[in-house]
């Protein structure tokens, strides 16, 4: 560098990781084109998301669940599908200190969800979007007519929406980091689609012994088929344990 050649002595790579960390939104955008993503699944210890009933109330701790809080506040939008909003019926705005609400967007092909729900009348400064089918646009534009809603299509992939797709729209709309909330069809198809760059699970101390699990529909039937994750960490959350990694290359475990 011209630093060294004047004799300067130099010193690289200084805090590297945490600078990268600090903009691997930013980071993701410029060179995959997309923003950053994030999976959040808060799960019993025996994988299940939701008991018999379909109950999910609470089953991660106070403490992470403001954490969550915390995370969403830093995030451009906060992507969820439609069974979520019929199951939960969930706000999706950023409950901490300082909040800043993103965009709620609700994946619904079917348009399942209704109009009235949380999501769409909820006071918020960001707005929320319904993606959809090309086919289903114009009928979504009349369902969601609210001030603060949006609806967009976008492409689909079989008979779901293609997440990769999308994904890059949201890059084209400068985002930089995105959430994934849920449920788990839509969590099955993010991992599918190869947009996921970090997985964040919360395990609650707890058994359910039936009930929805965290992810479906990956359609693996072989153990060689899952889906590996690298990079382990393992933080005690109040009573949970919080385990992030990010999901690697799916190939074949020999």
Not at 21 to 49: Q, S
Not at 140 to 161: F, H, K, L, N, S
Not at 165 to 186: D, N, P, S
Request: aromatic content about 4%; some cysteine.
């Amino acid at each position: 560098s011209m630093l060294r050649r004047a004799g300067i002595e130099v010193t690289a790579g200084v805090l590297e990781a945490e600078c990268r960390a600090a903009n691997e939104g930013f980071i993701t955008r410029v060179t995959r084109r997309r923003p950053f993503a994030l999976l959040k699944l808060a799960m019993t210890l025996d994988g299940r998301i939701a008991a018999g009933s379909g109950d999910s109330k609470w089953i991660s701790s106070d403490e992470s669940r403001a954490l969550v809080h915390g995370w969403r506040r830093e995030c451009d939008a906060i992507v969820v599908g439609a069974g979520t909003i019929a199951a939960d019926n969930p706000r999706l705005t950023c409950r901490s200190e300082n909040p800043r609400d993103p965009v709620r967007v609700i994946i619904d092909p079917k348009l399942r969800t209704d109009p009235h729900a949380m999501v769409y009348v909820e006071k918020s400064d960001a707005p929320a979007i319904v993606v959809t089918t090309r086919a289903n646009l114009l009928r979504a534009r009349r369902r969601y007519a609210g001030e603060r809603v949006e609806t967009i299509a976008a492409p689909q992939r079989g008979r779901e929406i293609d997440l990769a797709a999308l994904m890059a729209q949201f890059g084209e709309r400068g985002w930089c980091r995105v959430m994934f909330e849920g449920g788990a069809r839509t969590a099955a198809s993010a991992l599918s689609a190869g947009v996921i760059d970090r997985v964040a699970l919360f395990v609650a101390p707890l058994i359910a012994g039936a009930g929805i699990s965290a992810v479906q529909g990956l359609a693996t039937e072989l153990i060689s088929d899952s889906i590996r994750l690298g990079a382990l960490s393992v933080t005690r959350i109040g009573s949970d344990l919080l385990i992030q990694g990010e999901p690697l290359a799916r190939r074949k475990v020999r």
